[in-house]
C-alpha cells in the first residue's frame, strides 16, 4: 500500500493574535505525517522539519514584524523540540536579516551549531556587526534526545537554560548584551521565523522536531517556573544529560 504524507503549510498562532507561520512551497513543508505515520514526540503530535527547505523557501514564516516600533528591548522564548541530527547548522527560530560576524543586519537566532552540536542563540542589533552569543551548556552534543529551552532577553542580559540541566559551565549563563535589536529594512527577512532562518551562508533548515514555540514581547523570567511547569507537566521532564 501506498503510505502518505502529511504537511504543514500553516501552524496556527494559538495566542490569539493571528500570528500564523506558514510556508507556500510544498517541497520545503515539514512533515506532521510521515511514511503514513504521525509524527511525534513524547507520544504527542509533533511537526518534522529535516530534511526539508531550500535557501529559496524555508521553515515557517510569519507575517509577524518582531520589531515593528524599530527595536525589541525585550522578549522570551520557550521551545520543546528534539535535535535529530547535528550534521549542519539548524536555526530553531530566527528574526531579522542574516546574522554575520561580518554584517551588520539585526536580530536573532536560536540555532543547534554543528561544532559539537551545541545550541547558541546569537543577537545582533541594527548597523552592527558585532554579535552577542549564549550557549545554555557549553557540551550539549545529545541530538537523539527531546529537550526544553528558555530564554530571557533584556537590555542587561540575555539569559538561557536547557530545563533539568544544571550541570555545565553554561547551564546558566548571563552575558551582557547590546541595548537594542532591530530588524533590517528587507521585506523578506524582517519576521520571526520557526524552523529556519536567513542566513545563506548556512544551510539552516532546522533538522529535527518541534512540537512548540512560545514567545512573548517582554522579559517574563520571573514567570519562567509556571511556564516551564507547564510544559513539562505536558510533555515530560526531559533528559538532565547534557
Do not use: C
Not at 514564516?61 to 535529530?84: H, K, M, N, P, R
Not at 537554560?161 to 541595548?179: C, M
Not at 512548540?212 to 544529560?241: A, C, H, K
Request: no cysteine; hydrophobic share 35%; proline share 2%.
Amino acid at each position: 500500500s501506498h503510505k502518505t504524507d502529511g504537511l504543514v503549510e500553516t501552524w496556527y498562532d494559538q495566542s490569539g493574535n493571528g500570528r500564523d507561520a506558514s510556508q507556500g512551497t510544498a517541497a520545503s513543508q515539514p512533515f506532521i505525517v510521515q511514511n503514513g505515520g504521525q509524527v511525534k514526540m513524547q507520544s504527542l503530535a509533533s511537526v518534522n522539519f529535516a530534511g526539508r527547505g531550500s535557501s529559496s523557501a524555508r521553515g515557517l514564516v510569519t507575517d509577524y514584524d518582531i520589531s515593528s516600533d524599530g527595536s525589541l528591548t525585550d522578549y522570551s522564548i520557550y521551545a520543546a523540540f528534539d535535535a535529530v541530527s547535528v550534521v549542519t547548522r539548524g536555526v530553531l527560530i530566527s528574526s531579522g536579516k542574516a546574522i554575520s560576524g561580518s554584517t551588520a543586519y539585526g536580530g536573532f537566532d536560536v540555532s543547534m551549531d554543528s561544532s559539537g552540536g551545541r545550541i547558541e542563540i546569537k543577537h545582533q542589533t541594527n548597523g552592527n556587526a558585532s554579535l552577542t552569543t549564549v550557549r545554555p551548556i557549553e557540551t550539549y552534543v545529545k541530538a537523539d534526545d527531546y529537550k526544553i529551552l528558555r530564554i530571557n532577553y533584556n537590555s542587561s542580559s540575555l539569559l538561557s537554560k536547557f530545563v533539568n540541566i544544571t550541570s555545565g559551565s553554561l547551564a546558566e549563563d548571563t552575558s551582557p548584551v547590546l541595548p537594542k535589536a532591530r530588524t533590517s529594512s528587507y521585506a523578506d527577512a524582517k519576521f520571526l521565523k520557526i524552523g529556519a532562518g536567513f542566513t545563506f551562508q548556512y544551510v539552516d533548515s532546522w533538522q529535527g522536531l518541534i512540537s512548540e514555540v512560545i514567545m512573548f514581547e517582554d522579559d517574563i523570567r520571573s514567570d519562567n517556573d509556571d511556564i516551564v511547569n507547564n510544559l513539562t507537566n505536558f510533555y515530560g521532564q526531559p533528559s538532565s544529560t547534557p
